[in-house]
């Protein structure tokens, strides 16, 4: 049978027995590996319609797998045929008409090195090795987020090969329904093949603030960075998080194997002018150390790779939107980020507003816009003997969020999930799911692509 799919593609197709069948791209998540008997590493969208159709005539699950950072394990399934694209990580920009074309295998740091060299950049993720795709198809925050929106704002068409193994354009003149999914709804609707995003003028300096406070120092901090947020302009996109620094000789002794609050910022437009507007950041308590400085923009967004290492940690992360942060909220994160069980575990608050609320909430799939907040939090430890511990730490920590507040959940922040599959979607889409669900009928009407965050098609 493989043999058959040998003769059909122009790419590798590894079976568990064959030599190289382990190093396809590893996943970050080393909780959920995956085991799948049968790897196809696609070189093109002819290799994908080639899988996709094998797997549907031969009635194989399919996995896909584009940057592998999925938190739940969504592209490692076991027993499935993994339609693996790390290959497929072309970048060609047109600067002129200012778009850039993106194969689907492609991560951000693929993307930000293409786009810098003409001074262009899309809105991506804080990990340049996250994958474009998952990214993109679930939404997507990032540091130009408050003055340029979500990824999937900026994705202005897609080619995706459909479980029929068609390969569709979907854009504002064709598909238009599909393009409209494929903004927030994820994975469901086929394999993204190309994204065509529209690119803004960035760097290729930007101001950043890097400012490291000791944890003990977090709800001052965390209270000071709110007060900030309230009034600060577009330009300026904000975060807080708290981490245990490593005892790296290249850091300043005073964060070795230290707890710290961070606030991390960009600011979106002439670098000095946003180094003056970034100061009150850096004076919201006692720095240990402060990496505020005009900054590439490629390496911002490198900036926080080195915590994120592949096939290292066990991640179970959870996410709650806030419609305010009160003095109370703010010391439960602070309580909470100082009793964290694992040192990698960070408890993160994102700043939202400014483009993503300016988007209606039924503009795209993408639902959730209005809330100025969102809690983050990442459990990430290695050994997997801790397993029990720190998943339930986290259920813990997101249980007693709610009382701060509930304005649901955002899916790519998510580990595999305790509740019934239905509670997260009704929870990140709301009014969307029931289009969502007709869309779904409409291109994947059997439900083939089914390890994602899953829409069940709607009944004819
Ligand atoms: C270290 C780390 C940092 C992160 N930082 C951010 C961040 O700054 N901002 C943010 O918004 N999110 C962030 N995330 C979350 C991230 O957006 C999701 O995990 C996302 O799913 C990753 O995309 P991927 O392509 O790497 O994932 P994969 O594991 O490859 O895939 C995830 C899902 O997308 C589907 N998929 C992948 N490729 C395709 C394709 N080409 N066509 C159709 N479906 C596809 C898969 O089937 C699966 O369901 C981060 C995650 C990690 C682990």
Redesign the pocket.
Known sequence: MIAELRERVSCPVLAPEDPGFGEVRA???AMHPGDPSLVVSCFGTADVVDAVTFARDNGLAM??????????????SDSCML?D?AP?HAVQVDAAARLARV???A?WADVDRETQAFGLATP????S???????????????LRRKYG??ADHLLAAE??GPDGQVRIASENENTDLLWALRGG????????W?TFALEEVGPTVAFGGTFYPIEEAAQVIRGWRDYVAIAPDEVTATCLTITMPADPELPEAVHNRACVVIGAVYSGGADAGMDILRPLRELGTPLMDMSQPMPFTAVQQG??A??PRNTLQ?Y?KSRYLSSLSDEAIDFVAARALDRPSPFTLVNLFHMGGAIAAVAPDATAFAQRSSPFLLSI?GNWTEPADNDANIAWVRRTFQESANYGDDGV????TGRSEEPPDVAMDSAFGANLRRLAEIKAKYDPTNM?R???NITPAPN
């Open positions: 996943v970050f998540n996995s896909v797998r584009g940057g592998g950072h999925s938190i739940a394990g969504l592209s490692a339609i694209l497929m194969q689907g295998g991560v991506g993720g804080v990990v090795d996250t994958g474009v795709a998952g990214l993109t198809l679930g939404g997507g925050y990032g540091w979500l990824a995706v090969v994820g994975g469901n609707f086929g394999v993204v093949t994204f926080f790779d915590f994120f991640a992360w990442d955002y899916l790519n922040f692509f390890s994602n965050n």
